[in-house]
């Protein structure tokens, strides 16, 4: 166990130490010199992957405190601050990686001065930044309980209602629109992946990967901080997973026959390769293992279904933001090493605050951490709002 | 009344001054390597190109509804009343949404910059407002590329076209595509041989219209959504509400 920790933070010190070089180049240099965009690829994998697909992966948050407070299912509470706070550092690393992208980041505030109600960007840039405000406050109870502040925390718990509706509206929103943004480009993006469907899609995408997430985040830190897995909860996450992934399924067909691609999918192409791989990650491979009652109940099965899943929906992303250009601008775009750096150490990022807000805050129920010994631990459950515990 | 730009191809005599024009105007370097430079950049506006002894233009083509102006954040370029499609710095953010947006790729960026602009034709707005025309209009030797009114413009291309259809193909580039632009291209050979998008894959619907659908359900959508997630939460923490009452109710019951 010790030997593997050592190994994951060398890991971790050579990807931050590379990052840091990506970084002295991009801002000493500019974007040409650190990635390989370019006039007919404006948009690479620090918008593809560090954007499109952080946003997605960071869908839980809105979905789980939807689930528990808002539908009101409590036996998912143990479930609500891991997800909130990958939500939160999810959101957080967005907006890092959008300042490596953005040519000019530190006009980034522009945005609320010089506003066009007529750009889908526009739009999405104001949900993230409201939307990561709120996460901030969704996940503030796990701060002032460390620090036993009692009165900001009964402030907090009378608005977070307030905050879950917010929350759902404005990723409802978001997460669907990252999708519109792509309704402009008909003669640009390949006919596979453009379709007015796309916020549908992107909005359906991002509920599956929420749970799968959700699950791979669950039975990640139960590995890693020796925690006993809630199996029961990620077992009823599974079986929703697998709706999910039905109903997208479904949709996906449904678009495709509806637009006259079925013939041009099972035609081997270069753009088919792809498709074929996305499909069979995103659907065929979790979708089977699903199905099979023993695995959906094994931590494993479970686990390895999320993995797919997500790996499914990751290559979907890209397969928009860059597979489905590459036709059309008639050569491939492959990122620099120092890009890949960028969106590795921002990744890597994420990783360590999650292991040290886990190590400092009360994140887990009823986990012993040296660094807490505060009577916060009697109630483990609390980020839900007042009245959930009416009922307890 | 609106300005426009009429290139047309069959009179152009591959003479690149245009280039030089819009390199002056726009004070950008020209020399031999620049000149030989066929692709459009963020120091070559607008280019002349060459094949089998035929020539085309390429440039912004200043679209009626452009769609870098609706995509873009913070609302960096805007059509004016004259024609021009114009850029304003000071607002960008740099998120490139208008070069993955344009149909025609012409929004070009300072990939090199630590301080980046977009980069594109803007028709010379100033010497358009000033009455003037276009300093690659005012350049041509041939009058391959005209200055003139949209109209009229018009007019006078169908009039090439009609009295010399051997000479041309059948088409205005730029009357219809995408909603019209302020750019019109007249060409003996296919628009696409020169990388112009097909007519028929652009369409003529303008631009803005693709995401415009979406963006107007928006505030419609917002108070619906919201009513009905507050009414899921009303419904849902009622029940319990409910069940308590009714809990203590039973109790009492249970008590007399």
Known sequence: MKVKLTFWKLVFVVILVLGMYSAYVRYAHGLGAVSNMSDQFPWGIWIGFDVLCGVMLAAGGFIVTGAVHLLNIEHLHSIVRPTVLTAFLGYCLVIVGLCFDLGRPWFIWHQLIYMNPHSVMFEVGLCVMFYTTVLFFEFLPNVLERFNLKKPLQWVKTIMAGLVVAGILLSTLHQSSLGALYLIMPSKLHPFWYTPALPFFFFGSAVAVGLAMTIFESSLSSRAFGRQLELPVLVELGGALLVVLWVNALLRFEDFFHRGQLGNIVKPSYEAYFLWLELALAFVIPITLLSFKKIRRSPGGLYLAAVFCLLGFVTNRLNVSVTGFETWVGHHYVPKWTEFMITLSIVATGFALFGTAVKYLPIFPGHESPAIKVEAQAKPFVVAAVPEHAGD | ?256
């Open chain 2, 1 to 256: 009344m609106s300005k426009a730009l009429l290139y047309d191809a069959t009179i152009c005599i591959g003479c690149k001054q245009c280039e030089v024009g819009c390199a002056e105007q726009n004070k950008l370097r020209y020399d031999d390597q620049v000149a030989a430079e066929s692709v459009q950049s963020e120091h070559k506006y607008t280019v002349v190109l060459a094949k089998d002894g035929k020539f085309m233009r390429r440039l912004c083509m200043h679209c009626e509804h452009p769609a870098c102006a609706s995509v873009c954040p913070v609302g960096a370029f805007h059509k004016t009343a004259e024609g021009p499609v114009v850029y304003d710095v000071w607002k960008c953010i740099g998120c490139r949404y208008c070069m993955v947006a344009c149909a025609f790729a012409q929004p070009k960026y300072e990939w090199q910059s630590l301080n980046p602009r977009v980069r594109k034709c803007i028709m010379c707005p100033e010497r358009v407002k000033a009455g003037q025309q276009t300093a690659c209009a005012e350049i041509c030797p041939t009058g391959a590329t005209k200055f003139g009114e949209r109209d009229d413009l018009i007019k006078e291309a169908q009039d090439r076209i009609r009295q010399n259809p051997s000479n041309y193909m059948p088409h205005i580039y730029g009357l219809a595509e995408v909603g019209g632009t302020s750019v019109l291209l007249l060409s003996g050979v296919a628009f696409e041989q020169f990388g112009y998008p097909k007519s028929e894959k652009i369409g003529d619907t303008p631009m803005p219209e693709y995401t415009g659908r979406v963006m107007s359900k928006i505030p419609d959508f917002i108070p619906l959504w919201g009513l009905v997630l507050g009414g899921v939460y009303w419904i849902t923490h009622r029940r319990e509400d409910v069940a308590a009452v009714e809990g203590e109710k039973k109790n009492s019951g249970g008590a007399r």
